[in-house]
């Protein structure tokens, strides 16, 4: 099946997202991958080069004025932020970044029109309710 889609993958630097980015990449080459990261990292270097279709951006999830251009004709955004370390960021990495950019999303699909994906890929460390309760 050849995928003639442009999706947004944010967090793609960490361990998820950067998966999901070569894994989409490798198995669709006809669909455009945005990697989307704050630290504008390459987690894989060597794996890039094989694939033209990925395109690498910096910002954050958290400041629409980052991601505002991308996310205006993308098909799909799949959220691959968070954390499992408590920290100062916690809620905002992994509540706060999930909610906007999917409002973000919302706000492109015009009225009338068909709706957008928003895929959160998220997976919990054991025993930590605030994890659960932030996603």
């Keep these: 099946m050849n995928l003639h889609k ?13 998966y999901i980015m070569h894994t989409m990449a490798e198995r669709h080459p006809t669909a455009t991958i945005i990697a989307f990261s704050r630290s ?6 060597d794996k890039v080069y ?9 910002g954050d ?4 004025d980052t991601f505002k251009d991308l996310i205006q004709d993308v098909d799909g955004v799949i959220h691959s932020v968070g954390t499992m370390t408590d920290s100062d960021k ?10 906007n950019m999917a409002l ?3 706000n492109t699909v ?13 997976k919990p460390p054991p025993f930590q309710p605030e994890t659960l309760s932030a996603k």
């Design 110 to 122: 015009p009225d009338g029109a068909k709706n957008k994906n928003f895929v959160m890929i998220s």
């Design 50 to 58: 094989k694939y033209p279709n990925i395109e690498f951006h910096k």
């Design 61 to 64: 999830c958290l400041e629409n």
């Design 6 to 18: 442009k999706i947004l993958v944010t967090g793609s630097s960490g361990f998820v997202g950067n």
């Design 90 to 99: 916690y809620k905002s990495m992994n509540r706060d970044t999930v909610v």
């Design 40 to 45: 504008g990292k390459i987690r894989c270097p």
């Design 104 to 106: 973000a999303l919302q």
